[in-house]
């Protein structure tokens, strides 16, 4: 079988032809760049031009996937921004969160709201004696409860807007901390005046439950998992859709559906709501610190367990002060 070449310089007549007469230096040449043009059909290089040339340290194609072949990014390597759900990005070893700096933040927002709670007791307390030596609540009782009313509907708004930021504001987290004490030092002196050791009562019940879900939590007993996180979700925003209409019935009427079996059936179901929220902030904070997020997540797991705990202590009041009206009947 004969092969045809398709080399210009070996089908040209004149390197034949030399080569027939026994003239096969003379016949072989450097191939012009007109040649080179017709065989690689790309451009050559002219007198006093370089090629391109690649970037420094370049070894592949420019276009290759970068994590093909087992590549890793650096251990220590971090995003300017961090979001302040996302897990996936790990910082340096010393600015990774611990559970020691979640306590901490706890600590500060419980602290706070201790504080602030006490100061709300006070004043209220003071104002009822006074109301009830017959001296009325005066201009200062009329202003505080005037107080509780904007202070919580300001920590609503607040617990909102940092819910829903891309980083937990530690600011935004103090300042929350500080008016739901308000509010809750207010709601605890009201429920302390009509029930003694009521209050008491629903600390101690509170801290019953965040110990009871925490231990089943540590035993594996208690999770989470996608379907019934889907039922929770459900079941929150009916419990919410019901609450609001309770209280507008409250504000218009002067009446509420919280009473007697039926209210003390809600309250169960609303406890046990929470403890599942409680067992997703378990999650969240076991998970930031496995995955190495950074120390601001903290603010994160801290602002969500507080909400979680105000919601059991509020709840447990009331399901105290609907037995406690049921037994004095």
């Known amino acids: 079988m004969a092969y045809r070449s398709s080399n210009p310089v070996f089908k040209d007549k004149n390197f034949r032809e030399k080569m027939r007469n026994g003239e096969g230096a003379e016949a072989i040449h450097a191939p012009s ?69 979640v306590l901490n933040k706890m600590t500060i927002m419980l602290g706070l709201i201790v504080a602030s709670g006490a100061v709300a007791w006070f004043l209220v307390m003071n104002s009822v004696r006074n109301a009830m030596a017959g001296m009325g609540f005066g201009s200062l009782g ?8 904007i202070a919580a509907l300001a920590a609503f708004v607040i617990a909102l807007v940092n819910q829903f930021k891309r980083v937990t504001s530690p600011t935004l987290s ?3 901390a500080v008016l739901e004490g308000f509010v809750l030092g207010a709601i605890s002196a009201i429920a302390e005046v009509a029930y003694p050791g009521i209050a008491l009562q629903a600390v101690l019940g509170t801290v019953l439950v ?18 019934m996180t889907r039922i929770v979700m459900v079941a929150a925003i009916a419990y919410l859709a019901f ?9 218009i009427a002067g009446t509420s559906m919280r009473t007697g079996l039926f209210g003390m059936a809600i309250g169960l179901f609303a406890v046990l709501l929470a403890t599942y929220f409680l067992v997703m ?49």
């Open 174 to 176: 103090v300042i929350y």
């Open 142 to 149: 009329g202003s505080v409860f005037a107080m509780v009313g």
């Open 281 to 329: 902030d378990f999650e969240f904070i076991q998970n930031a610190i496995s995955q190495g997020a950074p120390k601001h997540v903290a603010w994160t797991c801290a602002f969500g367990l507080t909400l979680t705990l105000v919601w059991i202590y509020i709840e447990i009041l009331r399901l105290l002060m609907i037995i406690r009206e049921m037994v004095d009947r």
């Open 243 to 251: 609450s609001l209409v309770n209280l507008g019935l409250v504000l």
């Open 210 to 227: 965040f110990a009871v879900t925490l231990g089943l939590f540590r035993s594996g007993k208690y999770r989470t998992s996608p379907r």
């Open 33 to 101: 760049a007109a040649d080179l043009d017709r065989m690689y059909g790309a451009p050559s290089a002219q007198a006093g031009q370089q090629a391109p040339q690649q970037p420094y340290g370049y070894n592949g194609p420019q276009n290759a996937p970068q994590n093909q072949y087992g590549y890793q990014p650096q251990q220590d390597y971090q995003q300017p921004n961090y979001a302040a759900g996302d897990l996936s990005v790990q910082g340096n070893q010393g600015d990774r969160m611990v559970m020691g700096d």
